[in-house]
């Protein structure tokens, strides 16, 4: 089957196509095998490809094959969130990567996966939008449920525009939530139809506060923290306000009774059926930047350094 491997660390230049055998029915126990139609293209695959989680990766080395979201078709049976979903049935999720360290991830043609990370994908979603919605709503999801913040409170949303940021946004706003998001300039107008009642556009961070200040004099209930500000956004939090960070390394120390939390997304397939039938419902928002075959997978990664994506990059397999 044809793969995307990693063949060193550095620049998308080491990504490159390669063949390697098809898992078979059963080769791993426990596992079953989906054949994948798009593959996401996520911000730690660009992180660990540039050898920047060497440590977090234990033993493995290049040549390895990256990738954690995926939509595709099941070739195996396997049990579903609510009963058996049959071999042929279209499925999404995302593959813990970190947790698994096989090197055998979604930039490939044929993957195992675990039935528990898997959802079905409801009829009128396609497998390029259901590919760029599973590790980022997750997240949004799980990391939200850390906040556990009640309806009427006020939520800073930082990195708005971003994958996560966006799930995020749309979430806290449906659970009644009052959203501030730092975005990307041109992004207000979306980011208010997604649910924020105020936008504002990043940069410099002293200037950033004051304009979020702005709308919330006695600062916020909460922030997520999408954009990995860390430290500095703290400044926005009321004493005793909860603030939940994405990444271990940007998780500030706590200070003035802020709760501090970090999350890492947990495949939880019951919650990913619920989030992919709300957006066949239109009642979330999926956005894919740019769709690319699995063979430009390194022109893919160079779009996702280049700046602002409007959405996940999806790679088609
Ligand atoms: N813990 C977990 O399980 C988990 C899961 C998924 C993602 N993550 C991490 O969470 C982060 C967000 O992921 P994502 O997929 O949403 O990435 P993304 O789509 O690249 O979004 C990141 C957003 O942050 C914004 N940003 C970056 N630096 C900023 C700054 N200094 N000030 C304000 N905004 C800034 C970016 O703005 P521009 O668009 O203008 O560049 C972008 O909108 C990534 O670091 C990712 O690795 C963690």
């Known amino acids: 089957m044809r793969v995307v491997e990693v063949t060193a660390y550095g620049g998308p230049e080491v990504l490159s196509m390669a063949r390697r055998p098809e898992p078979e029915a059963g080769d791993v126990p426990g596992k079953v095998r989906v054949r994948l139609k798009a ?15 060497v440590d977090a990766i234990g033993g493995l080395r290049p040549p390895f094959v990256l990738g954690t979201d995926f939509a595709g078709r099941l070739l195996d049976p396997a049990p579903g969130p609510t009963g058996t979903l049959e071999a042929g049935t279209r499925v999404a999720g995302f593959m813990p990567w970190f947790d698994e360290l096989t090197g055998e991830g979604t930039y490939a043609e044929v993957v195992r996966v675990d039935p528990a990370w898997l959802a079905p994908i409801p ?16 997240t949004a999801r799980q990391g939200l449920a850390k906040l556990d913040l009640p309806e009427g409170s006020t ?50 961070p002293a200037k950033v506060l004051a304009d979020v200040l702005a709308h919330a004099p006695e600062r916020f209930d909460g922030v997520f ?16 306000g909860r603030f939940v960070s994405l990444a271990p390394d940007r998780t500030p120390t706590a200070e003035r009774d ?29 956005r894919v930047a740019d769709v690319m075959p699995l063979e430009e997978a390194a022109e893919a990664h160079k779009r996702a350094e280049s700046g602002h994506r409007p959405g996940r990059i999806v790679l088609m397999i």
Do not use: N, W
């Open 225 to 240: 923290d999408g954009a990995l500000i860390g430290t500095p956004v703290l400044a926005a939090l009321k004493d005793g």
């Open 258 to 286: 802020i709760e501090v939390h970090t999350v890492v997304g947990r495949p939880d397939a019951a919650a990913l059926a619920g989030i992919l039938e709300q957006v066949s419902a239109r009642e979330l928002i999926t």
């Open 39 to 53: 593959a996401g293209v996520t911000v730690a695959d660009l992180r660990i490809r540039a050898g920047r989680y």
């Open 155 to 204: 939520l800073l949303v930082t990195g708005a525009s971003g994958v996560v940021g966006r799930f995020a946004v749309q979430l806290a706003a449906a659970a009644g939530l009052r959203v501030t998001g730092v975005s990307y300039e041109g992004d207000e107008s979306e980011l208010k139809v997604l649910g924020a009642e105020h936008v504002v556009p990043r940069g410099e």
């Open 123 to 138: 009829e009128d979603v396609d497998f390029t939008a259901a590919a760029s919605v599973p590790l980022a709503a997750i």
